[in-house]
T-cell receptor, first 113, second 115 residues
Framework: GENVEQHPSTLSVQEGDSAVIKCTYSDSASNYFPWYKQELGKGPQLIIDIRSNVGEKKDQRIAVTLNKTAKHFSLHITETQPEDSAVYFCAASFTGGGNKLTFGTGTQLKVEL | EAQVTQNPRYLITVTGKKLTVTCSQNMNHEYMSWYRQDPGLGLRQIYYSMNVEVTDKGDVPEGYKVSRKEKRNFPLILESPSPNQTSLYFC??????????????FGEGSRLTVL
């Protein structure tokens, strides 16, 4: 089955700096890569996703890049703000796989003032 | 408001005492799923359902049961809870099923402690 590794497990940045979280996956059939943000006491919420037919996707201050050859994808947050502090999960799945997402182990991002 | 509702949000119980965590969604989603979240392990899928009366095992189904008698409800049943089932549980739903991948909408979680 699919295995997703996520690094780092914790990340501390100064407000205004950029943050990068990296994930690798094992199953070459995977073609859908979402990122979820989990705020304290809440359930995860989708913030951005990418499919294997594109290499990069941006949405305001967040972007995701995908390298299918190397089987890794990354989340980039620019101009970080205190409200970006949360746990971020990457995930992978494939079309026709029953909507089965395999999640990474999560990254605790802390944005310090 | 579109949402996934779980109950109870917090529960402390003892080994062997059957319990049910309810999950209800008001978005008419076909797909529903249960995850458990443990430190250092991320989110792991317990069971999922692609439609009414259709359920299947996820990655960690041992010790759990589910049912899907109605589209909106997907309860998680622990027949004989054990301490290793102490965890944070999330129910999720999605409009997409086996034909595609799509956004999961999560409930706010149910923190279960088994003594």
């Amino acid at each position: 089955g699919e295995n997703v590794e996520q690094h780092p497990s914790t990340l501390s940045v100064q407000e205004g700096d950029s943050a990068v979280i990296k994930c690798t996956y094992s199953d070459s059939a995977s073609n859908y890569f979402p990122w979820y943000k989990q705020e304290l006491g809440k359930g995860p919420q989708l913030i951005i996703d990418i499919r294997s037919n594109v290499g990069e996707k941006k949405d305001q201050r967040i972007a995701v890049t995908l390298n299918k050859t190397a089987k890794h994808f990354s989340l980039h947050i620019t101009e970080t703000q205190p409200e970006d502090s949360a746990v971020y999960f990457c995930a992978a799945s494939f079309t026709g796989g029953g909507n089965k997402l395999t999640f990474g182990t999560g990254t605790q991002l802390k944005v310090e003032l | 408001e579109a949402q996934v509702t779980q109950n109870p949000r917090y529960l402390i119980t003892v080994t062997g005492k059957k319990l049910t965590v309810t999950c209800s969604q008001n978005m008419n989603h076909e797909y529903m799923s249960w995850y458990r979240q443990d430190p250092g392990l991320g989110l792991r899928q317990i069971y999922y359902s692609m439609n009414v009366e259709v359920t299947d095992k996820g990655d960690v189904p041992e010790g759990y049961k589910v049912s899907r008698k109605e589209k909106r409800n997907f309860p998680l049943i622990l027949e004989s809870p054990s301490p290793n089932q102490t965890s944070l549980y999330f129910c999720a739903s999605s409009p997409d099923t086996a034909s595609d991948t799509g956004e999961l909408f999560f409930g706010e979680g149910s923190r279960l402690t088994v003594l």
